[in-house]
């Protein structure tokens, strides 16, 4: 494994030694070796003569020869990752060489010629004349990071039992968490949680390049799982250089071309005879509460608790995989190609709730297809060419009718909407090393995302919501084969490009950097729209209530809801960074960045103008006793986050929400339809989106500050006898600021009428009534902060006003926070040729009243424009467990070689859960809602039964323990090219609950003053998946 030496190949015994290598330590603060880089160093120390060189080469025709000073010293930065030869050479005469010496992303590998076999005075060695040729044995510790990152190579990943996903090897890091599965990524997988924060705060990164999901930021795109050659997942602690993150970082480095040609392939499926049986879903039997007051409670139903929710059984996957790859010199020693392509085919079964009454027989698809060029155009100019194409195609298949009574399917209901997620990426990285001393790196990038749908359901009736809150004659509840409330339009799709430069300068004892780091993102018709383009016409939804009326009738409302737009968004940074050599065992750096961001709306005017954030990076490395033994670093630093451009859609563009309220009696039970609605209101808007353009003044706060949090890291890493090395980290975040929407205009209403402004101006036909109350009925805002919001007069007969909101003008008891420590303990036994093994354990406390972007809890997924902070009354209650923390985490992976050719292997992670919620309505009368959020149905507001609940304060989620098991063979008929495997994911089949129902009541009648309680409140939305078994074969040439 990779924590500090890269592969984890050294072949025979691992051994701790004092040697000088020690002292060449104080030179290998790589600039290069931190974040996103796609590259790391080489450093070490010869015996002191004249004339010396040191060449680094390795089989892509990289060769780089740097001088020995005169202490003996030496330094490579800059290095593509992979494995190396070094070769000391005297007087242009090799005198000793180095073989296998790996090079890890952000790492920095040592080589010592000056004791041992280096020396020749080692029975180990191999003496070729007067030549030494040994081994690489790496230093015990790198003392040139003081970042937190988990690396895991190609080779780790063929031997870990390990699902082919990015997330998932970045769960092999602590301080990692699975996200809520509400949310995926652009290939349909969960996405990760990183310190406490929200799945939208990380960055994603192919060679150097923002490959992040381009609107929302959730997740990213990933190389063919056979062309990485190393994941970086960083937790903490990156130097100037890189931004944007505070999350955490997944850097993934693609494979390249050789002097060798090789090739090979993969052929992988997971049967569904073999997947555990997944666990079916029962409503729960909740307590009914007594009276409050002249509010009463009543099951939504009698007959639910206990009763199946929803058949699981049945919803298993079979899954295929091909996957290929070529590469090898087009021009030897000059330029190389690498290519690698996988296919993946899932199929699968989904039975719905008993409420939706069907089944979806599912076909997904995805096609990754990775090439590189890589060019050394001279000794000192390199060229790596780089293209990355996904398409993912997921939801195909088709509907039927599912009979609850004998678990059966039925008739033929709708085929299923194809969602399309298309991106092809274009890299190009130039590197330049002027002098030893100097390098020059350029790296521009540019890409092109379409997300269409196949429309399968060509359904023209509008959608109906919450059926179970009305019945058909028979006892039934009125549903249809339309399965959209909104839809996508047909040109949706995003592009990026970026261009970062960064110089690179070793001056004495001074390693400094400087450069720049910007990047460009364009949406074009996302979010969606409320036409159906089967019925064009048709423009609204039907949603049931369970009220009742004097004459019988029930209400229904009308709902028309779409905000389909374009925006873009510019991202710039510049930075400074010197890396100092304070002594030969004290390492240093210094650094700030400077970030400005803008995000624009469809007509390109600004609504956010974020300039002049800066981000001050300081971290230390101590080699304790100057051998690599014990190291002692930490760092502090301030990482700010940009919105994307999700952030313009409703916020900043023209958006609908309308709803007409409507009385009904009858119901056409072939359409779900109510046949006589009446009495209906005229179309209104709960809260100013009636589709009129925004003023991009008034839509944000105008000192707008984007979200940024303080990281502090104290570590250390220390050897154990002659094979062992343990450690602890200490971690600490701390969220400063936060953007979310807030949509209580009547405070500021209330605060312009105490500033002196006429109450009639601000009343409805007064001169700022629109402002307030209309399309910019949401705004933007810094909760916590003292926030400057414009109120225009919509005639231009009065002066624009700015109101100063205070924490306290809105409400609010405090403004929005997010704290998180951690404390992580390990212990590791490098690979020594027989086995490897590494155990984590953490523990660690997030609280707050702020998740971050996003809201896990019911899977709200409008970046930074959550329910949270749209009135003090949802955030009353609000501050607890954070979603995405688990207080204890045990990790453990490894590998066990029992022959030449077999290999065991395992992963191991088990947490305690997650916290609970009861949301319900607010205040202690029971029946508050002074927002319309609950509009008579499930709960917003962290109170159930007239009192306060908040996170965590209504239990956990159970503990989960999952265990993955590999069994490898390799054939020595076959020279160890044929490869058999056999993974087993969940070995235990265990299935717990990960997340549970928050929602307290179903419904409210406000006729009676009655909730009826949710049976389904506290049961599973998610759980772990069941056993799978993975089988493989695979042909490496």
């Not at 990524?185 to 310190?195: I, Y």
């Not at 016409?537 to 009742?548: A, G, V």
């Not at 005639?795 to 704290?819: C, E, I, L, N």
Request: net charge negative; charged share 20%; aromatic share 12%.
């Amino acid at each position: 494994m990779t924590t500090f030496n890269g592969a984890g190949t050294v072949a025979g015994n691992f051994r701790w030694r004092r040697t000088a290598l020690a002292v060449a330590l104080g030179l290998s603060f790589a600039g290069a070796a931190l974040a996103q880089s796609t590259v790391g160093s080489i450093f070490g120390q010869a015996p002191a003569g004249s004339g010396e060189t040191v060449v680094v080469s390795n089989s892509s025709g990289i060769s780089r020869e740097v001088p020995v000073d005169s202490a003996g010293r030496f330094r490579v930065d800059h290095l593509p990752v992979g494995t190396y030869t070094v070769t000391l050479k005297q007087n242009g005469t090799v005198v000793s060489t180095h073989k296998g010496t790996y090079v890890s992303t952000g790492g920095a590998a040592g080589v010592d010629f000056t004791s041992g076999a280096a020396a020749g005075g080692s029975s180990n060695a191999t003496q070729l004349s007067a030549v030494t040729v040994t081994a690489n044995a790496l230093p015990s510790i790198d003392v040139s990071s003081v970042n937190s990152s988990t690396v895991i190579t190609s080779a780790d990943l063929k031997r870990l039992p390990v699902a082919h996903s990015a997330e998932a090897i970045a769960l092999l890091a602590p301080n990692t968490t699975g996200g809520s599965s509400y949310f995926t990524g652009p290939s349909g997988g969960s996405l990760v949680s990183f310190g406490g924060s929200s799945v939208s705060e990380n960055a994603y990164y192919v060679n150097g390049y923002n490959v992040g999901e381009p609107y929302k930021n959730l997740g990213g795109f990933q190389l063919p799982y056979g062309a990485i050659e190393q994941q970086e997942t960083l937790t903490g602690g990156y130097d100037a250089k890189y931004g944007r993150s505070d999350g955490g970082v997944i850097n993934q480095v693609g494979k390249r071309g050789t002097n060798e040609w090789h090739f090979g392939g993969q052929v992988l499926w997971q049967p569904r005879s073999l997947e555990g049986n997944p666990v079916n879903y029962h409503y729960g039997h909740p307590t009914i509460p007594g009276p409050l007051g002249t509010l009463t409670y009543q099951p939504d139903d009698s007959s639910k608790p206990g009763s199946l929710y929803r058949y699981r059984n049945d919803n298993k996957t079979w899954e295929t995989v091909y996957s290929a790859y070529l590469g090898g010199p087009l021009i030897k020693d000059k330029l190389f190609l690498f290519l690698a392509a996988e296919s993946t085919k899932t199929k699968g079964t989904s039975v719905g709730s008993v409420d939706s009454g069907n089944v979806w027989e599912y076909e997904d698809k995805q096609t990754k297809v990775y090439a590189k060029l890589d060019w050394n155009i001279t000794d000192n100019n390199v060229l790596e060419l780089t293209t990355l194409r996904n398409n993912v195609s997921n939801g195909g298949g088709t509907y039927y009718d599912f009979d609850y009574d004998t678990l059966k399917k039925g008739a033929y209901s709708s085929k299923g909407d194809v969602t399309k997620d298309n991106a092809q990426f274009y890299i190009a990285h130039f590197t330049s090393y002027i002098t030893d001393a100097a390098t020059l790196s350029i790296l521009a990038g540019k890409a092109h995302f379409q997300d269409p749908v196949i429309y399968g359901n060509n359904s023209p009736l509008p959608f109906i919501s919450r059926a179970s809150n009305a019945t058909l004659p028979d006892g039934s509840h009125p549903h249809n084969a339309q399965t959209n409330t909104t839809w996508t339009l047909a040109g949706a799709k995003n592009a990026s490009r970026g261009l970062r430069v960064d110089f690179d300068y070793r001056l004495g004892d001074h390693d400094l950097m400087v450069g720049m780091d910007n990047m460009y993102l364009k949406a074009t018709d996302q979010g969606p729209s409320q036409f159906n383009p089967f019925n064009p016409s048709l423009d609204y939804y039907w949603r049931y209530y369970p009220d009742k009326y004097a004459d019988g009738s029930h209400r229904v409302d009308k709902r028309n809801i779409g905000w389909a737009t374009s925006m873009t968004t510019s991202q710039k940074a510049w930075y400074l960074q010197d890396n100092w050599k304070v002594a030969s065992n004290l390492l240093v750096s210094i650094g700030v960045r400077n970030d400005h961001f803008t995000n624009n709306n469809n007509l390109g005017k600004a609504f956010v103008d974020e300039k002049n954030q800066w981000e001050p990076r300081i971290g230390a490395s101590w080699d304790v006793f100057g051998d690599s033994s014990f190291k002692v670093y930490g760092n502090a630093g301030r990482y700010y986050l940009a919105l994307p451009n999700n952030a313009a859609e409703r916020a900043a563009n023209i958006s609908t929400y309308l709803v007409s309220h409507c009385q009904y009696k009858t119901i056409d039970p072939a359409t779900g339809v109510p046949t006589d609605a009446y009495n209906c209101t005229p179309y209104a808007s709960p809260d100013g989106e009636s589709g009129a353009p925004k003023d991009p003044r008034q839509v944000a706060a105008r000192n707008l500050k984007p979200e940024y949090e303080d990281e502090f890291i104290v570590g250390f890493d220390k050897k154990l006898g002659d094979n062992w090395v343990y450690g602890a980290k200490a971690m600490w975040r701390d969220l400063k600021a936060a953007i979310d929407d807030e949509c209580s205009p009547g405070q500021i209403d209330a605060k312009m009428q105490a500033m002196g402004v006429d109450p009639s101006l601000t009343a409805p036909g007064g001169a700022y009534y629109d402002s307030l109350y209309g399309a910019s009925y949401c705004r933007l805002f810094n909760p916590g902060m003292t926030n400057q919001m414009l109120v225009a007069s919509s005639d231009g007969s009065h002066p624009d006003v700015t109101v100063s909101m205070t924490t306290k003008d809105w409400g609010f008891k405090r403004g929005a926070v997010r704290k998180y420590g951690s404390l992580n303990l390990y212990l590791e036994h490098p690979f020594d040729g027989k086995w490897y093994g590494r155990i984590d354990y953490t523990f660690s406390r997030g609280f707050g009243n702020t998740e971050g972007q996003v809201r896990s809890d019911f899977g709200q997924g409008d970046v930074s424009k959550t329910e949270d902070w749209d009135s003090w009354q949802l955030m009353d209650g609000q501050y607890g467990d954070l979603i995405n923390v688990r207080t204890h985490q045990l990790r453990f992976r490894g590998d066990y070689q029992i022959t030449p050719e077999w290999l065991l292997s395992a992963t191991l992670l088990a947490q305690s859960g997650a916290p609970k919620e009861c949301l319900g309505y607010f205040g202690p009368d029971g029946n508050g809602d002074p927002t319309g959020y609950n509009g008579g149905g499930t709960g917003n507001y962290h109170w159930c039964n007239g009192k306060r609940v908040s996170p965590g304060s209504n239990g956990h989620t159970p503990w989960t323990e999952l265990l993955n098991v590999g069994v490898h063979y390799r054939p020595s008929f076959a020279d160890g090219k044929l490869g058999f495997n056999l993974d087993v994911f969940n070995a235990l089949n265990q299935q717990r609950a990960t997340q549970v129902d928050p929602s307290f009541p179903a419904s409210y009648s406000s006729k009676s003053d009655t909730i009826y309680v949710n049976s389904y409140y506290g049961q599973p939305l998610f759980t772990t998946p069941p056993r799978t078994m993975r089988f493989s074969v695979t042909y490496d040439y």
